[in-house]
């Protein structure tokens, strides 16, 4: 059993900044961030492996930036230039081959 644990959220303006962190307690081939706003379905929002490939949503492209510390099994996703839209609770997913862990998620509020 993997343990999932995210901090970092909050609310900041439009065009704000945030980081959040994602710390796995062992071993993990991918992590990866996901999103859900309120009456959404949690979609991807970047995804990284254990040997660094990563994988954006084209409405975070250029804007967010997902990394790695293998050594801690930890993994940070930079938001610059934060909007409205991208309010929503982040979720954590660690995967060890196959199997899902998800941690319960930090609220991120962009406002106007």
């Known amino acids: 059993q993997v343990q999932v644990v995210e901090s970092g959220g909050g609310s900041v303006q439009l065009g704000g900044s945030l980081r959040l962190s994602c710390a796995a307690s062992g071993f993990t081939t991918s992590m990866s961030w996901y999103r859900q706003a309120p009456g959404k379905e949690r979609e991807l929002v970047a995804q990284?492996?254990?040997?660094?490939?990563?994988v954006y949503a084209a409405s975070v492209k250029g804007r967010f930036t997902i990394s790695r510390d293998n050594g801690k099994n930890t993994i940070y996703l930079q938001m610059n230039s934060l909007k409205p839209e991208d309010t929503a609770v982040y979720y954590c997913k660690a995967e060890t081959y196959f199997t899902p862990y998800w941690g319960q998620g930090t609220q991120v509020s962009v406002s106007s």
């Open positions: 990284i492996t254990s040997g660094g490939s990563t």
